[in-house]
């Protein structure tokens, strides 16, 4: 029982920085009516990032957050303004534009190969790392520390993009954005900038989801992909444009995960992950927290 | 020179072309109708005037400043703001954030505060729907959302797209009454709409559109007694 339990609060740990990576997805799709299949691409730099900022200065690997957090949000924002706007004005009377999709896919495969060119093919660890392999006791379980991090930085995380929202005059621009591209426009918000500031803040959340993993995971070239697809089952499972659901879908997913091995084979568990999602589909498909209309 | 100028513009969508040479003008303090039937091109205009579709050809001036080449933006910036057609609301959003949002110009933006209470002033159903999201509102709560969003715009000139349209009768002449206190305070106000008896009986001028063209123009009195204008709009 005591395992269920320990595997239950890993599950939720290590969703919870999956749902990091979702989060950066869904604010993107949520504004542009985007699927940015550069997503898990752009972990992959934001890991790098993250590494090199750790490697080149020796700062402690949650530090780095002040370096991969503005880096990556001008990274994405500058990403949309040159290589995607373009695609995006000449379709600009397409509510879902499906050439975008195209384009992300092209920068997926060159940032990917760009990196694969440049830094090799290589698995790369942070070396005299604090953090590696630090368990935490806590009433007869052990938990991983840096993931455990991991879930504060992603809760944090979600709660201040939801304040940013909610509360701000670019936040409410982006929302109303969101619901309606044109009357934005007539209330005098320039909707290519608003584009650039989501991307930019969805690049920026997949930087942090890079950072909360450096101090546990490997960094490559191909990394994103494996949270690439993992990202758009949470999105579809917690509701596209939900920040609340891209969190909780992410814990699904790691609850399953990481609990499922207990009762059957490991592989099994990618099953019940995209049974799941395969019913959620069938029976709300505006996924678990997601609202019917849009945002 | 006028307030807002339209000179001589063709609108094209894609290959059709929906207003043909159309010029027009209004002055600061006017409140001027533009009615005609359904295709007549009036929503197309206010596109246009907005930035939203550019004319291919003509000029428009806005206190004698070209704005045909702006973005839409660029034009509410300036002063002038446009209440489109259906409301379109966000509707996802509360009342008070959808007012928020139409206070987005930065030279609305510095007063937004005390633009907000005057438009509750003027609106006091507003207040007490504040915290709701729009969508859950009546259509006619929803059109003076849609009224208020565009006064928060801090508008010199305020062009409404059909405010009356799909209300019942007694709300419909409530929003006639809005427009005209909207005027009364000193914002010029360009009105297009169906309903040609209500919005002429406020307006002090009015253009007649037909199939992208202006075919009358004039006092908003001689129109209402204009026998063609009896015939074709009023029915009687």
Redesign the interface.
């Known amino acids: 029982m005591l395992y269920v339990l320990e595997d239950t609060i890993n599950g939720i740990l290590i969703g919870s920085i999956y749902g990091l990576t979702a989060l950066g997805l869904t604010v993107i799709f949520g504004v542009l009516k985007v699927i940015n299949f550069a997503h898990g691409s752009l972990l992959m730099v934001g890991m790098y990032t993250a590494y090199w900022a750790v490697v080149l200065t020796g700062i402690h690997p949650y530090l780095a957050l002040i370096i991969v957090a503005p880096v990556m949000y001008f990274f994405g924002y500058y990403l949309q303004n040159i290589i995607i706007k373009p695609i995006f004005k000449a379709e600009k009377d397409v509510r879902e534009p499906i050439t975008v999709i195209i384009v992300t896919t092209g920068v997926w495969y060159v940032l990917d190969n760009l990196s694969l060119l440049i830094f090799g093919p290589q698995y790369r660890t942070l070396q005299d790392n604090p953090l590696r392999g630090k368990m935490l006791e806590f009433a007869g379980m052990m938990l991983s520390i840096p993931k455990f991090w991991g879930f504060v930085i992603a809760i944090v995380t979600a709660a201040a993009v939801y304040w940013f929202f909610q509360k701000t005059r670019m936040g409410r621009a982006i929302r109303a954005t969101s619901l309606d591209r044109e009357s934005a426009s007539l209330m005098g918000i320039n909707q290519y900038r608003i584009y650039n500031v989501a991307f930019g803040i969805g690049t920026a959340i997949a930087g942090i989801a890079g950072v909360t993993l450096v101090p546990f995971y490997n960094v490559f070239p191909s990394v994103g992909v494996l949270f690439d697809i993992k990202g758009f089952i949470i999105v579809v499972l917690g509701g596209l444009g939900s920040i609340g659901g891209a969190i909780l879908g992410g814990i699904i997913v790691g609850v399953i995960e990481s609990v499922g091995p207990q009762f059957m084979a490991a592989t099994w568990t990618e099953a019940i992950v995209y049974g799941l999602f395969l019913m959620v589909l069938f029976v709300k498909p505006s996924g678990l927290f997601g609202v019917k209309y849009d945002w | 020179m006028a307030f807002l100028e339209v000179r001589n513009i063709e609108v094209f969508y894609g290959d059709v072309q929906v207003i043909f040479d159309l010029s027009l003008h209004v002055e600061e303090g006017e409140v001027v109708s533009i009615i005609g039937g359904n295709g007549a091109g009036k929503s197309t205009l206010l596109r246009s005037i907005?930035?939203?579709v550019p004319p291919a050809k003509g000029e428009i001036l806005f206190e004698g400043v070209p704005i045909h080449k702006a973005?839409?933006?660029a034009i509410?910036?300036r002063g002038l703001?446009?209440v489109?057609e259906g409301r379109?609301?966000?509707?996802?959003?509360s009342v008070k954030?959808n007012l928020?949002?139409?206070a987005?110009?930065s030279r609305?933006?510095r007063v937004k505060e005390k633009t907000i209470e005057a438009v509750y002033e003027l609106l006091p159903r507003l207040r007490e729907r504040e915290s709701q999201l729009a969508?859950t509102l009546s259509g006619g709560e929803q059109q003076m959302v849609a009224i208020g969003?565009g006064l928060m715009?801090k508008p010199k000139l305020l062009m409404l797209d059909e405010p009356s349209l799909g209300l019942a009768p007694l709300l419909s002449k409530n929003i006639f009454e809005t427009v005209r206190k909207i005027a009364d305070q000193g914002t010029t106000v360009v009105l297009v709409e169906q309903d040609v008896m209500h919005s002429l009986s406020i307006s002090e001028r009015g253009y007649v559109l037909e199939q992208g063209r202006t075919v009358m123009e004039g006092p908003a009195k001689e129109l209402l007694d204009d026998p063609h204008i009896k015939t074709a709009y009023l029915g009687i």
Do not use: C, K
């Open positions: 907005s930035g939203l973005p839409p933006e509410v910036e703001v446009q489109p379109r609301l966000f509707t996802l959003m954030d928020i949002v139409g987005y110009n609305a933006d969508m969003r715009a």
